[in-house]
Every structure is written in C-alpha cells, then in structure tokens.
T-cell receptor
Framework: NAGVTQTPKFRILKIGQSMTLQCTQDMNHNYMYWYRQDPGMGLKLIYY???????DKGEVPNGYNVSRSTTEDFPLRLELAAPSQTSVYFCASSWGDYNEQFFGPGTRLTVL | DAKTTQPPSMDCAEGRAANLPCNHSTISGNEYVYWYRQIHSQGPQYIIHGLKNNETNEMASLIITEDRKSSTLILPHATLRDTAVYYC????????????FGTGTRLQVTL
C-alpha cells in the first residue's frame, strides 16, 4: 500500500511552458485534492474532486486545470507557467468529507 | 469556517508534554477542530480531530474547552521527531472537505 504518490519530485519550468503534475492513490478514496504551499505559508486548496468525473475549484484555481477520469488518478495541469506558480504542490486523498486526509510527498516546482 | 489563532512558535524539552494552544472564538456548533502537522517539507500528517468531547489516540490528546472557543493539543511525551509545524483547523463537515491551513505553530523539541 503506497498511499498517495506524486511525480515528479522536482521540476524547473520556463515561463510559458506547460506540465502535468501526477497524483495517484491506492486506497480507493473517493475524495482527492490539490494544494499549493508557498514558502513560510500554510497550504491553499487549488482543486478538489469528490469522485471520478467530478471536480470543483478551491481557493486558488486560476492557472490550473484538473481531471478525474479514474478513482486512483487526479492530475494537475499547468498550461502557461508563470513565476507566481513557483511553489510546493501537495496532493491528498480521503474516504469522505469528514475523514482524515492523506498527503503525498509533494512536488517542488520552480518557474523561471 | 472559523478563524484560528496559534502562537507562531513553541519549545519543548524531550520527554516532556507539549501543549499546543489554539483559539477559535468564533467557532460554530457544527464545526470540528482538526489538528495536522508538517515535518520539515513533507506532506501534512493528520493527528486528531474532535467536536466537543476530549479525544485521545495513539499520537495525541485533544482538549476542547466547554464553550468550544479554544482547544489544546497535547503530545504526552515529546520526542525530537515531533519537531514540526502544527496546524489547528476548524471546519464544517459536508462542505466538500475544505481544509484551511493557517501558518500554524512551529514546535521545536530539544534535548
């Protein structure tokens, strides 16, 4: 049971480039989330999903897109990278709304 | 969701109890108190949550005051591995799982 896995661990992008951050969970959780954490700050919710085929915006969705075609996977897409998107990105999952969230190890993204 | 206030940092000697306070004076009756921690740059880790009764698990105890305006997370015997940022979060369940992380309390456990 690997829990929540994220790839890549690190990435450097140039302004305007695109990339997809991968997130997979093997716990059969319905709920999945994407957060970003800027230096010295708490986490902010980007997008979340309550089940396959269902996604919704969080606190800071601008510049990002998500999809949820399977229960296991919840990729986060950056279309036109900007320096403001330099951050650490965490994916998480949970059984339900009130259950604990399990977090992945994070992806450290730098946009130059 | 109710706003929380935590001290920015605390120190604790190894082997002693660490008591981390959280103020949530505007909490509503249907809002739960959650605690997570983040060790160095790892993903946050769930610790415990409660509504109004005190709760205990293998990691910690959560004490919520009778008026629910504040709570305390207790790590009974802190170790160096408990050095982390601790987040107190208040949220309503049934609101699509939004956890709002503040800046938390940085707990430093020392020898």
């Amino acid at each position: 049971n690997a829990g929540v896995t994220q790839t890549p661990k690190f990435r450097i992008l140039k302004i305007g480039q695109s990339m997809t951050l991968q997130c997979t969970q093997d716990m059969n959780h319905n709920y999945m989330y994407w957060y970003r954490q800027d230096p010295g700050m708490g986490l902010k919710l980007i997008y979340y999903s309550v089940g396959a085929g269902i996604t919704d915006k969080g606190e800071v969705p601008n510049g990002y897109n998500v999809s949820r075609s399977t229960t296991e996977d919840f990729p986060l897409r950056l279309e036109l990278a900007a320096p403001s998107q330099t951050s650490v990105y965490f994916c998480a999952s949970s059984w339900g709304d009130y259950n604990e969230q399990f977090f992945g190890p994070g992806t450290r993204l730098t946009v130059l | 969701d109710a706003k929380t206030t935590q001290p920015p940092s605390m120190d604790c000697a190894e082997g002693r109890a660490a008591n981390l306070p959280c103020n949530h004076s505007t909490i509503s009756g249907n809002e739960y108190v959650y605690w997570y921690r983040q060790i160095h740059s790892q993903g946050p880790q769930y610790i415990i949550h409660g509504l109004k009764n005190n709760e205990t698990n293998e990691m910690a105890s959560l004490i919520i005051t009778e008026d629910r305006k504040s709570s305390t997370l207790i790590l009974p015997h802190a170790t160096l591995r408990d050095t982390a940022v601790y987040y107190c979060i208040v949220r309503v369940t049934g609101t699509a799982s939004k956890l709002t992380f503040g800046t938390g309390t940085r707990l430093q456990v020392t020898l």
